[in-house]
């Protein structure tokens, strides 16, 4: 079974600076804002190289590897792995909106390994699930960081 990569790619905006919208799209800083998310760091940290390993609500789990980390740039990349599913990279941009705050974008290039996972990537890159998926990070994020702002105030 060969199955080509699919791919969604949809961004919003957050009003904060991209120096405190960036560290949300880490294995830690998702934390803050994902239920559910608890990553289990196998190596390193944030930077490239660093590895850890995620547990869906089925118990699939998925590994992950910081393929790039660049802060300063508001990049970061990942592979991933939920064996037997599928394969992928997830990339993560945050730029200085001119506007003031930041654009997030947020790209996901799914590969199924098996026919179980070729149904996960068409559900989860389907276009409106994507839409969906994207809107409640933003709405999420943009919750973190208000209460980020309320602690610190």
Known sequence: MSAPPLTQIRSFH?????SKVF????AHGERT???GWDPEVLSGAEERASA????N???RETIW????????????SYARAALGSNIGLVDVTCTQSPAGGTDVS?????T???????????????PEQYSQMIDEWRAATSNALAQSTERQG
């Open 57 to 59: 609500q089925q118990g």
């Open 65 to 76: 590897i910081v393929t790039e980390y660049r802060p300063e740039e508001g990049q970061v």
């Open 33 to 35: 804002w994902a239920p």
């Open 106 to 110: 947020v790209r996901y290039t799914l």
């Open 112 to 126: 199924a390994l098996s026919e179980s996972g070729r149904e996960f990537v068409s559900k989860f890159l389907e």
């Open 23 to 26: 560290p949300l799209f880490t």
């Open 14 to 18: 957050l009003d904060a600076p991209p």
């Open 52 to 55: 850890f390993r995620t547990r």
